[in-house]
């Protein structure tokens, strides 16, 4: 069965500094990889996607893709309050039919 | 704004009523997919529709079924709604025409959710 893998958290850090988010997957043909942030009792939002080894920066975020390894991570620098929510980690499988799959997310709390 | 809504937001009901879920979408996208959310189990895949002729199972199907009525709306349903689907539900849409090359993007774009409660 193919898997996406994040800890569940909750990871503190203080305001201004960087949170780092990673998830790592089963399949080494994958070739999609999203990270959607939800607040509590809201719905996703995608906040990043990439698809080539290396990282790829929008604003303060920056996504890592090693395919290598079969990891990607989340940073998010000048870690702000309104940054407080569960990360998600999708991953669209090869052969999975244009499907994704979903980590169960990281709980990121920034602190004062 | 190109949008996804979904109807009702809210939903309480009682074992064994039949329930439907409802989800239109502007953004054009011709992949709709239904979701449903539960505390440490994240986000499983009930339906998929690629496009209005076509529908699809995903992992937890037993207990739903859907209709795709137009290209923008995709309907979810609870024929004998049971306590254990309550849940958050969210409806999402992708474009199959966005793509690099010979990677399909599937950037899926979701609804605001509706939170269903069986008594």
């Known amino acids: 069965q193919k898997e996406v893998e994040q800890n569940s958290g909750p990871l503190s850090v203080p305001e201004g500094a960087i949170a780092s988010l990673n998830c790592t997957y089963s399949d080494r043909g994958s070739q999609s990889f999203f990270w959607y942030r939800q607040y509590s009792g809201k719905s996703p939002e995608l906040i990043m996607s990439i698809y080539s080894n290396g990282d790829k920066e929008d604003g303060r975020f920056t996504a890592q893709l090693n395919k290598a390894s079969q990891y990607v991570s989340l940073l998010i620098r000048d870690s702000q309050p309104s940054d407080s929510a569960t990360y998600l980690c999708?991953?669209?499988?090869?052969?999975?039919?244009?499907?994704?799959?979903f980590g169960t997310g990281t709980q990121l709390k920034v602190e004062l | 704004d190109a949008d996804v809504t979904q109807t009702p937001r809210n939903r309480i009901t009682k074992t064994g009523k039949r329930i439907m879920l409802e989800c239109s979408q502007t953004k054009g996208h011709d992949r709709m997919y239904w979701y449903r959310q539960d505390p440490g189990l994240g986000l499983r895949l009930i339906y998929y529709?690629?496009?209005?002729?076509?529908?699809n199972k995903g992992e937890i199907s037993d207990g739903y079924s859907v209709s795709r009525q137009a290209q923008a709306k995709f309907s979810l349903s609870l024929e004998s709604a049971i306590p254990n689907q309550t849940a958050l539900y969210f409806c999402?849409?992708?474009?199959?025409?966005?793509?690099?090359?010979?990677?399909?993007?599937?950037?899926?774009?979701f609804g605001p959710g509706t939170r269903l409660t069986v008594l």
């Open positions: 999708a991953v669209k499988f090869q052969g999975g039919g244009n499907k994704l799959t």
């Open positions: 999402a849409t992708s474009d199959s025409s966005a793509s690099g090359g010979p990677i399909s993007y599937n950037e899926q774009f």
């Open positions: 529709s690629f496009d209005v002729k076509d529908i």
